[in-house]
């Protein structure tokens, strides 16, 4: 039978505190997918048909977190075009991952955000939300990758040898 990817969306949600980047962390919790849980991830769900990636974005992080996004990077670059009974949105992410071997095909865009609000204690699908500076991001990905959510750890590392690298000290 023939299996196509799922499409999701991601946030990297930045918020600086004490003068240094921080990123919103979670545990996942799937206890139906052993080597998943526990991990440590970035808010990401899967789109629903014909629901804007942006949408999809700011669901997801909302029933996650309860946080709100107040921005999505590039967000105002993207277009959305009419015609032949279709609407198309074009839009680019800061990121890109899809899983060639695991629990399930999924691929994965993600965007640097900001969000407000008050954070949920638990969801049904994570835990243990922590704004965590990107410092601390950085030598957990050294030094224990596994740790992490396998999707998410090249998209940390991205961010993260950006935004050290753009830095006024």
């Given amino acids: 039978m023939e299996q196509f990817s799922i499409p999701g969306a991601g946030g990297i949600i930045v918020r600086e505190i004490n003068g240094e980047d ?19 991830e970035i808010p990401a769900g899967k789109i629903r048909a014909f629901e804007s990636i942006f ?4 669901r997801e992080v909302k029933e996650e977190t309860g946080l709100d996004i107040t921005e999505i990077q590039g967000e105002n670059l993207s277009t959305v075009y009419k015609g032949n009974s279709y609407m198309v949105l074009n839009f680019m992410p800061f990121s890109c991952a899809q899983n060639l071997v695991g629990n399930y095909p999924i691929m994965v865009f993600v965007f640097i955000c900001k969000a407000e609000g008050e ?3 638990f969801s049904d699908e994570s835990k243990n939300y922590k704004w965590t500076p990107v410092s601390v991001i950085r030598r957990l990905l050294e030094d224990s990758p596994e740790i992490f959510y396998p999707m998410h750890i090249d998209t940390l590392k991205k961010y993260i040898s950006i935004s050290v690298g753009n830095r006024q000290d």
């Fill in 119 to 121: 954070m949920l204690p």
């Fill in 55 to 58: 949408d999809t974005l700011r």
């Fill in 22 to 40: 921080n990123i919103l962390m979670q545990t996942r919790v799937k206890p139906e997918a052993l080597y998943e849980d526990g991990l440590i």
